[in-house]
């Protein structure tokens, strides 16, 4: 399995389970792993308005489609509480998702809002999280 930010990624053996990441402050979180976890599942859950449950299910698909539509689904009036139940683990994903689509130019009210709830929600630690990825990638 691959961390949602392509970072780190496991290996599931008959000697155990190994990770292997590129940061040394990676973190391996056991529950993500469910037979349940499907594209399917998630655009159910974001159908029955179990926004939260959708967008951590997408995440950690990594699937950015299935991401983006989770966003999507989302009311404006409930984007706050979204934001606030994602997981920190998954916030720069998230953010990755975000950025890319506003290049189309849609909607970038809605993803600004987006934005501005994940960094209300998130502080300091997904900015400088987000930042630091970022500015290394285009080094």
């Known amino acids: 399995a691959f ?10 053996t008959t000697e155990g389970v190994f990770l292997y990441a590129l940061d040394r402050s990676a973190s391996f979180d056991p529950t993500d792993l469910a037979l349940d976890v499907t594209p399917a599942n998630a ?3 974001a159908r029955r308005g179990e926004y939260a449950a959708a967008l951590a299910m997408a995440l950690r698909l990594n699937d950015a489609d299935l991401i983006g539509r989770c966003i999507d689904a989302v009311p ?12 920190e683990v998954h916030l720069q994903r998230l953010l990755e998702v975000l950025a890319a689509r506003t290049e189309d ?4 009210e809605y993803l600004m809002i987006w934005c501005k709830a994940l960094f209300v929600a998130h502080g300091r630690y997904g900015l400088q999280e987000f930042l630091s990825h970022s500015l290394a990638a285009c080094m």
Request: net charge neutral.
């Open 43 to 45: 655009a159910s859950l």
């Open 76 to 87: 404006h009036g409930e984007i706050q509480l979204i934001a606030q139940s994602v997981a």
């Open 105 to 108: 130019g849609q909607a970038l």
């Open 3 to 12: 961390a949602p930010t392509g970072r780190a990624f496991t290996v599931a």
